[in-house]
């Protein structure tokens, strides 16, 4: 099992640019979540998606689109980049059983900047 | 909105020593699950330890344990014989219903220095 992989693990991106930060799990979790982290802070959730085909807004939004056609893979885009969307972006997964949520295992990361 | 407040931004201890890291939340749920994460300098997070709100019993990881107060709504991370390894950031987080859906809402961190 590889467990939740992300690429690319760096990016810098122009402001107006466009890109696609990947995100794939090999676990088979109805769960995905996208997670941006600034600077001194913890995680703020942006989007997260409870199964293939189904997305939902998480608290920081703006900006941002996912998509989930398959179980395993959650790309997230950003469009139009801004210097406020320079931070660290995490992916995460997790399972739902009969007794609840189960917990979230992290991708590696990726590091974005953007000028 | 649910919270989750470490209110230790940095704390120390010497190698073999024990550490306790604070956190408090705030949630008027009765069925939710606390976590706490690591965060080493690679950035990777990683699941130190996990607690269901139901049981009472402190969970425990080996050299890591919890002090749950259900009631207090706190939740601290206790490191016995700390080594060189432990130093990280430390988050601690919520899981469960906040604004009609269930998040995981993070606390801002706790940077824990070992000093040899």
């Known amino acids: 099992n590889a467990g939740v992989t992300q690429t690319p693990k760096f990016r810098i991106l122009k402001i107006g640019q466009s890109m696609t930060l990947q995100c794939t799990q090999d676990?088979?979790?109805?769960?995905m979540y996208w997670y941006r982290q600034d600077p001194g802070m913890g995680l703020k959730l942006i989007y997260y998606?409870?199964?293939?085909?189904?997305?939902d807004k998480g608290e920081v939004p703006n900006g941002y689109n996912v998509s989930r056609s398959t179980t395993e893979d959650f790309p997230l885009r950003l469009e139009l980049a801004a210097p406020s969307q320079t931070s660290v972006y995490f992916c995460?997964?997790?399972?739902?059983?009969?007794?609840?949520?189960?917990?979230?295992?992290f991708g590696p990361g990726t590091r974005l900047l953007v000028l | 909105a649910q919270t989750v407040t470490q209110s230790q931004p940095e704390m120390s201890v010497q190698e073999a020593e024990t550490v306790t890291l604070s956190c408090t939340y705030d949630?008027?749920?009765?069925?939710?699950?606390l976590f706490w994460y690591k965060q080493p300098p690679s950035r990777q997070m990683i699941l130190v330890i996990r607690?269901?709100?139901?049981?009472?019993q402190n969970a425990t990881e080996n050299r890591f344990s919890v002090n749950f107060q259900k009631a207090a709504k706190s939740f601290s991370l206790k490191i016995s014989d700390s080594q060189l390894g432990d130093a990280a950031m430390y988050f601690c987080?919520?899981?469960?219903?906040?604004?009609?859906?269930?998040?995981?809402?993070f606390g801002k961190g706790t940077k824990l220095t070992v000093n040899p």
């Open positions: 995460a997964s997790s399972a739902l059983s009969g007794q609840g949520v189960e917990t979230q295992y």
């Open positions: 676990m088979n979790h109805n769960y």
């Open positions: 998606s409870v199964g293939a085909g189904i997305t």
């Open positions: 949630t008027s749920e009765s069925d939710y699950y």
């Open positions: 607690q269901e709100a139901y049981k009472q």
């Open positions: 987080a919520y899981w469960g219903l906040d604004g009609g859906s269930e998040k995981l809402v």
